[in-house]
Antibody, heavy 124, light 107 residues
Framework: QLQLRESGPGLVKPSETLSLICDVSGGSVATNDYYWGWVRQAPGKGPEWIGTFFFGGHIYIRPSLTSRGTVSLDTSKNQLSLTLTSVTAADTARYYC????????????????WGKGTSVTVSS | EIVLTQSPATLSLSPGERATVSCRASQSIGSFLAWYQQRPGQAPRLLIYDASNRATDIPARFSGSGSGTDFTLTISSLEPEDFAVYYCQLRSNRPSDFGQGTRLEIK
């Protein structure tokens, strides 16, 4: 059974860089059937997608985060990573690693596997 | 960009009652709609995809219907563990946002 496990620093200072890792077990990230991504949820808010990586060729970063966010896939380690630079308090959230369905190599659809998430607080 | 609007924002019901949550798309999306449940302190989990197909291990009391622009998630008889927040999400040519959510609370 596919499992996703996020890890990260927990606490990051404003203006610094946040780096998160998602370890994928029970399946390979090198697939053209799914995309891998990050979703975050600020306290009391709904979830929002941050970035996705599709092995078949697409990388998307949320438009409001394109200047700060990077998503990458390491097939040798079976890991997904997220880097977010110049963080502010607005980046305080729980960050989830997800797997989502890709249809016809072009359409992004439901997220069927979620990690438990890792909490990130931006504070000095 | 297609926008999803959920209603109501909050639904107050008692265990055993029937719950109906609506999700409306600003343009037709066929049947490409998914529903998620998020219990307090947990990650969202997929409930329904393609508007009416239950995901793995989802109880039969959950059902989805609709096509085009109007979709409904129905819980036939509420169990205590069903009081949670529900989100809808559509299929798109890039990652899409979730609906704003419907909180199902105990009356």
């Amino acid at each position: 059974q596919l499992q996703l496990r996020e890890s990260g620093p927990g606490l990051v200072k404003p203006s610094e860089t946040l780096s998160l890792i998602c370890d994928v077990s029970g399946g390979s990230v090198a697939t053209n059937d799914y995309y891998w991504g990050w979703v975050r949820q600020a306290p009391g808010k709904g979830p929002e997608w941050i970035g996705t990586f599709f092995f078949g060729g697409h990388i998307y970063i949320r438009p409001s985060l394109t200047s700060r966010g990077t998503v990458s896939l390491d097939t040798s380690k079976n890991q997904l990573s997220l880097t977010l630079t110049s963080v502010t308090a607005a980046d305080t959230a729980r960050y989830y690693c997800v797997r989502g369905l890709v249809m016809d190599y072009s359409y992004y659809y439901y997220m069927d596997v979620w990690g438990k998430g890792t909490s990130v607080t931006v504070s000095s | 960009e297609i926008v999803l609007t959920q209603s109501p924002a909050t639904l107050s019901l008692s265990p055993g009652e029937r719950a109906t949550v609506s999700c409306r798309a600003s343009q037709s999306i066929g049947s490409f709609l998914a529903w998620y449940q998020q219990r307090p302190g947990q990650a969202p989990r997929l409930l329904i995809y393609d508007a009416s197909n239950r995901a793995t291990d989802i109880p039969a009391r959950f059902s989805g219907s609709g096509s085009g622009t109007d979709f409904t998630l129905t819980i036939s008889s509420l169990e205590p563990e069903d009081f949670a927040v529900y989100y809808c999400q559509l299929r798109s040519n890039r990652p899409s946002d979730f609906g704003q959510g419907t909180r199902l609370e105990i009356k």
